[in-house]
C-alpha cells in the first residue's frame, strides 16, 4: 500500500526558510512524478511545484526563485526547500504522487495525482 508522509512545518517568521519532506513507501517511484500543493484555511488547494520522473521542474509563479523541490532517491524522499517565506505561504502543505507519465500541462490538477499525503502546517508570521 502506498503510503505518503510529510513533515517539516512549524511557525516561522516572515524572511524564515523551512524544508519540508515527502517519504514515500509501499511501492516503485523509479518513474513516479512527486507534486506539491499547498492549502491555506478557507481556500482550495494550490499547486506549489513538481518534480517530474525526468527529473524537470515546474513551480507555481508566486514561488518561483524561493521554493526548491529535490529527491534523495536512496531514501524515496522529495523535499521542498521554502526559502523567504511570507504570510501568505501560510498553509497545510501536501505532497502527492503520480506514478506515471503527468504531462507538463496537468501538473496543477489535483484529479491527476493517484496518492496524498496528510500534510504539515505551515504558518509563516508577520
Known amino acids: 500500500q502506498v503510503r505518503l508522509e510529510e513533515s517539516g512545518g512549524g511557525l516561522v517568521q516572515a524572511g524564515d526558510s523551512l524544508r519540508l519532506s515527502c517519504t514515500a513507501s509501499?511501492?516503485?517511484?523509479?518513474?513516479?512524478?512527486v507534486a506539491w500543493f499547498r492549502q491555506a484555511p478557507g481556500k482550495g488547494r494550490e499547486f506549489v511545484g513538481i518534480r517530474m520522473r525526468s527529473g524537470g521542474l515546474e513551480y507555481e509563479d508566486s514561488v518561483k526563485g524561493r521554493f526548491t523541490i529535490s529527491k534523495d532517491n536512496a531514501k524515496n524522499t522529495w523535499y521542498l526547500q521554502m526559502n523567504s517565506l511570507t504570510p501568505e505561504d501560510t498553509g497545510v502543505y501536501l505532497c502527492?504522487?503520480?506514478?506515471?507519465?503527468?504531462?507538463?500541462?496537468?501538473?496543477?490538477?489535483?484529479?491527476?495525482?493517484?496518492?496524498w499525503g496528510q500534510g504539515t502546517q505551515v504558518t509563516v508570521a508577520s
Open positions: 502527492a504522487v503520480k506514478m506515471n507519465v503527468i504531462l507538463t500541462a496537468t501538473v496543477s490538477s489535483i484529479g491527476r495525482y493517484d496518492y
Open positions: 509501499g511501492g516503485n517511484f523509479n518513474r513516479a512524478a
